[in-house]
């Protein structure tokens, strides 16, 4: 993991160098540690998995409900 923050740093550089980038500014941070609050996921993408979530557990709720009604209409006939 050590060794991917420098190769990081270096394709951010030139990445910038490439699009134009000013050699005499640096407009970018460099990477000097990886902590657990890189790792950690952002609050819109744990809204985003709340309202997935939801989804799920709806669309389960009524497929259930929907073969509860065919077997319904299974038995009546």
């Known amino acids: 993991m050590v060794e ?5 740093n270096f394709k951010v550089e030139v990445r910038w160098l490439t ?3 000013d050699p005499g500014r640096s ?7 990886i ?3 890189h790792l950690r996921p952002s609050p819109a993408w ?5 309202e997935l979530q939801l ?3 709806c669309e ?11 077997r319904f209409r299974w038995r009546v006939s």
């Open 35 to 37: 902590t657990l609050d």
């Open 27 to 33: 407009c970018w941070c460099p990477v000097a540690e």
């Open 19 to 21: 699009k134009g980038g």
């Open 4 to 8: 991917a923050i420098p190769e990081h």
């Open 55 to 57: 989804a799920k557990e």
């Open 60 to 70: 389960a709720e009524i497929r259930k409900r929907l073969t509860d009604i065919h």
């Open 46 to 50: 744990e809204k985003q998995r709340a």
